[in-house]
């Protein structure tokens, strides 16, 4: 079986056809580029060949490179993987110049016009590979994406996409789809400059561009004589400024801490300043240098090889197929209206039960507003919000419930009211119906207590809001079947979430592994660090808010709530009463956060973050001597790893994988080091363990080394050299 084929029609024109067999959609492999490269040889030899259209037999282009593939290379790459890198991307660059000088000679005469016919979507070296032919042709589909996603796993386009695209659009017009990622639909992609036309049938009118090309035609505009590059080079004075404004833009955003985007940024600049076949040598030394990083490793296996697998259930039980078909909804206030949206539009039918009928219609109101902001921004159609409203049924009679195959219960965080509300649907529903809980910090176990059937009780932790979050937390109770978890895995499936499962404990493990976060920033706070320091050492490392800010979006009240029942129920081992002392205190203040525009920020009257509240330094002093920036940095980092680690321990994480994954996702652990475990291989277990006693010696037990890690340390292991993809508990 091969990934390309050729054939050659009476007019004389080779038809090169990607169509990788046994997969949806084609990505590229190393043995793909050597079919290609065979390929093109001989149609370029061919005399009967008169021009070359590359197209594909699935109804998109492709998806891009196998990024299994990639996060392989470097161990691949033999003794010397600089060298060996290097190498291999410039073979795959001396492919793409072949195709795109299409036998030209030196004079830019005698090539055969080669043209690309797409179907559908093309990223990545599906749209590389397009950038190189003369001319593009894509067919009118609006779902179809156009462009280079690459950074969004920490690389970039590395294949000649960056010098190219820099070039046919010049650096600011072309920062957007290098930088961001960003993907257009064919039409749009047309306007920006991305493709060249937008047809019904691609393949028909490459074929007829081919045959009446001309010389000129075919010549890129890097190749023709007194070619300048649009918007001025680096040193033109237009072209310097875009430049400097590029390069404060990417450490604005980046912090400098992912490699990916500082090197696309040198590339690009250091590429303008040279011949273009310089400037794909530059590209090629740029990404391997990203290759050698382990953040690009990290990133790729957490952000894509590991998502993925979750999303497809790689730790579903083997249960028959438990598609939900019919779901309610307990409690119409922010998330089960949330849960209610993605569910209907997901074309599942829903009863979306409250209290009130005023509440639920409120509810189910929040689907109408979700499709009317979806249908100015042209992303919807009143058709479709008719549609997706006509599958929610708002109500507060429990018998609407009947013929339900799954509940979902989101009502006020109390086990008194949980637990009447489960009775209460346990009436009416079938008995093979799964009940679920919505809960954030309530045991599993307890709460199941109420149920006749626990063993089709679990939890099910959305993050807020729901239509924007992808993580879903699942919750396993001590008595929790796999019927249900494979009931839950299966929902959060349709809605097109990423999933995890993790075993019941206190505050289960996303939470576990935030509060410490938030905790160790409001203590620093107290002990006198400046709170600027502290919010910006966070961010620096890769935290997409610092702790004091993410409390002011959480709500500062919702803490004190929080740190009164971790209290209760620990009694003397509650380890945080220095961090109640500051909580608490705001509270007495009435600062309750953004929702109340007053925090540990300050807020207009619009509810915009102004700046850290002067009134923090009159309560807590900052001291004149201030820890080191890594110190502050490995407190707030440690914080969460740590209880990332002693969830393996303890078999509340059952999988490494669903603790990076988790992390990303779920409250933003600093992407660029792929999540907690990743960021401990990239550190190593024996100076991890080593921090670990010096951070709990300065600073206190919350920082003792666990025996799992210590363990390690002692032996040299890494993660994911130990667990792998394989389920893993101490």
């Known amino acids: 079986m091969t990934d390309f084929t050729m054939a050659t029609d009476s007019d004389g024109v080779a038809v090169i056809t990607w169509d990788v067999p046994e997969k ?25 060949v008169k021009g070359i259209v590359i197209t594909s037999g699935k109804s998109t282009f492709a998806g891009g490179m196998d990024l299994n593939i990639i996060a392989k290379m470097k161990q691949s790459a033999g003794d010397d993987p600089a060298r060996g890198l290097f190498e291999g991307t410039m073979a795959k660059h001396k492919l793409l110049r072949k195709i795109e000088r299409a036998g030209m000679d030196d004079k830019n005469k005698g090539g055969k016009p080669i043209a690309a016919a797409l179907p559908g979507t093309a990223l990545g070296i ?38 190219r695209l820099v070039r046919k659009m010049g650096a600011m017009a072309a920062s ?48 023709a004589k007194g070619y300048k590059m649009p918007g001025g080079a680096p040193y033109h004075p237009a072209g310097f400024m875009t430049f400097v404004g590029a390069s404060a833009m990417v450490n604005g955003k980046t912090k400098g801490v992912y490699p990916a985007a500082k090197a696309l940024l040198s590339a690009v600049y250091e590429g303008a300043l040279v011949p273009f076949d310089t400037a794909l040598k530059i590209e090629a030394r740029w990404f391997t240098n990203v290759l050698l990083n382990p953040s690009s490793g990290a990133m790729i296996r957490s952000l894509f090889i590991n998502k993925e697998a979750l999303e497809k259930g790689a730790n579903r039980p083997d249960v028959a197929d438990q598609k939900v078909k019919k779901v309610g909804i307990l409690g119409a206030g922010m998330m089960g209206a949330g849960i209610a949206l993605v569910s209907a539009q997901a074309g599942i039918e829903v009863v979306l039960l409250d209290q009130k009928q005023e509440a639920a219609d409120k509810g189910r109101a929040y689907t109408a507003d979700y499709m009317d902001k979806g249908i100015a921004r042209k992303k919807a159609t009143p058709e479709k919000k008719e549609e997706v409203l006509g599958r929610i049924t708002a109500t507060t009679d429990y018998d609407a419930l009947k013929g339900c195959d799954l509940i979902i219960e989101a009502v006020f965080e109390d086990p008194k009211i949980k637990a009447e509300v489960t009775q209460a649907v346990e009436a009416v529903i079938g008995e093979d119906c799964i009940f679920a809980t ?14 006749k059937r626990p063993e089709q009780y679990i939890g099910i932790h959305f993050f807020s809001p729901v239509e924007k979050m992808m993580l879903v937390e699942i919750i396993k109770g001590k008595e929790t079947g796999t019927r249900a978890v494979a009931k839950a895995l299966d929902f959060v499936r349709q809605i097109r979430k990423t999933p995890i499962v993790v075993n019941d404990a206190r505050f289960f493990y996303a939470n576990r592994c935030i509060i410490p976060y938030i905790n160790e920033g409001i203590r620093m706070v107290a002990e006198g660090v400046a709170p600027a320091l502290i919010e910006n050492a966070a961010k620096m490392v890769g935290m997409p808010l610092g702790p004091l800010q993410l409390v002011d979006e959480t709500s500062i009240d919702l803490g004190a709530k929080i740190a009164r029942a971790t209290k209760a129920a620990m009694g003397d081992a509650y380890p ?81 994988r669903e603790g990076d994954v988790g992390a990303i996702l779920g409250w933003g652990f600093a992407p660029w080091s792929g999540g907690p475990f990743s960021w401990l291989d990239i550190i190593g277990a024996p100076y991890a363990a080593e921090r670990c006693d010096q951070l709990s010696s300065a600073h206190g037990d919350r920082f003792a080394c666990p025996d799992l890690l210590r363990e390690m340390a002692s032996k040299g292991q890494d993660f994911y050299g130990r667990f792998g993809s394989k389920p893993a508990a101490a």
């Not at 043995?31 to 061919?46: Q, S, T, Y």
């Not at 009257?605 to 110190?631: C, F």
């Open 126 to 163: 599906g749209y590389e590979l397009p950038l190189v032919c003369h001319r593009i042709f894509c067919a009118d589909d609006p779902k179809a994406k156009i462009g280079l996603p690459e950074i969004m796993v920490g690389i970039f386009p590395g294949l000649g996409g960056t010098t």
């Open 24 to 48: 949806s959609m084609n990505v590229m492999s190393l043995e793909g580029f050597d079919e290609l490269d065979g390929l093109i040889d001989d149609a370029l030899a061919d005399d009967a």
């Open 176 to 223: 957007p789809y290098l930088l961001e990622g960003k993907l257009l639909d064919p039409k749009k992609a047309k306007v920006a400059g991305l493709i060249d036309e937008v047809v019904e049938d691609p393949l028909a009118a490459a074929k007829a561009w081919v045959l009446e090309a001309k010389d000129a035609d075919i010549v890129k505009p890097w190749d």
């Open 576 to 656: 945080d009463g220095a961090v109640d002392e500051v909580i608490f205190w705001m509270e007495d203040e009435g600062r309750l956060g953004r929702k109340s525009k007053a925090g540990f920020y300050t807020y207009d009257d619009k509810g915009k973050r102004q700046g850290l509240w002067s009134g923090l330094g009159e309560r807590y002093a900052v001291t004149d001597e201030q820890p080191s920036l890594i110190e502050v940095q490995h407190r707030l980092l440690f914080a969460q790893v740590l209880e990332a680690v002693r969830a393996l321990e303890e078999g509340v994480l059952e999988d490494i």
């Open 438 to 451: 919505n809960t954030s910090t309530l045991p599993i176990s307890d709460l199941a207590k109420a149920s």
